[in-house]
């Protein structure tokens, strides 16, 4: 935020000619689906803050990506890690992901990514690679996210691209439900069968019974003597 001022709501910009799209916040009850918009928008900075350097804003907007991963993460209420925008933007607390070397057409690896962070699996290797603050609430810092396991999208064949990619399209704007109810939320199972068929795997339903059962993601013990 060292080169822009305060985001401002797309109503409030009539008196501006420059604006950023932004990604403000990770509201669990907003941010429902796999395919997002700008909610906020930026204005350039005219001076540096007191004690911060500025930071221009050519140089900032060119980083802009629309594939982002949340940073943190509250396992109980949060339904997507992942979400691909209709824009680029720029966020504070998702990563901003740009695929500097795509041997495929850059949109389809990017809804590969978001497919594959939003099934079983995905949620798995982020749970494996988190950072631990407390309870539900885990962190995905820089070390971590450079560790997150991700498919080789230059070993996968391009009819498997297409297919995560038309699975996505299908269910990008459905609701989702929070983690803990992943055993039987149907875009979840759809997300899991479309990464199945795309990677020859079997049924991923028995992660999602682990995971909708994971003392960390539910808050609840794995078993109760009620």
């Given at each position: ?7 401002r ?23 429902v689906?796999?395919?997002q ?20 804003t ?11 991963v ?29 695929l ?6 850059r ?6 990514l978001?497919?594959?962070l ?20 885990v ?63 079997p ?21 109760s003597?009620?």
């Open positions: 935020m060292d080169g822009f001022v305060i985001p709501r797309k109503n409030e910009l009539s008196s501006f000619s420059q604006t950023t799209p932004f990604f403000w916040g990770h509201d669990s009850t907003m941010v689906s796999l395919h918009t700008p909610n906020a928008y930026l204005t350039p900075l005219g001076k540096a803050r007191k004690g911060r350097h500025l930071h221009k050519e140089q900032l907007w060119p980083l802009a990506p629309r594939l982002l949340t940073e943190r993460i509250w396992l109980n209420t949060y339904r997507v890690p992942s979400v691909i925008m209709n824009k680029p933007v720029l966020s504070n607390v998702w990563w901003e992901i740009t500097n070397k795509c041997k495929y057409d949109a389809l690896s990017e809804k590969l978001c497919m594959w939003n099934s079983s699996l995905g949620l798995l290797t982020i749970l494996t690679c988190r950072e631990q603050t407390r309870g539900a609430f962190a995905l810092k820089k070390p971590q996210l450079k560790e997150l396991l991700v498919p080789d999208i230059c070993n996968l064949s391009i009819s498997a691209l297409k297919k995560l990619a038309s699975a996505f399209d299908e269910i990008a704007d459905k609701q989702l439900q929070p983690f803990p109810n992943l055993e039987k939320d149907e875009v979840r199972i759809q997300i899991d069968g479309a990464v199945c068929s795309a990677f020859g795997l049924d991923l339903a028995p992660i999602r019974t682990l995971l909708a059962n994971e003392p960390i993601v539910t808050l609840k013990p794995l078993y003597n009620q």
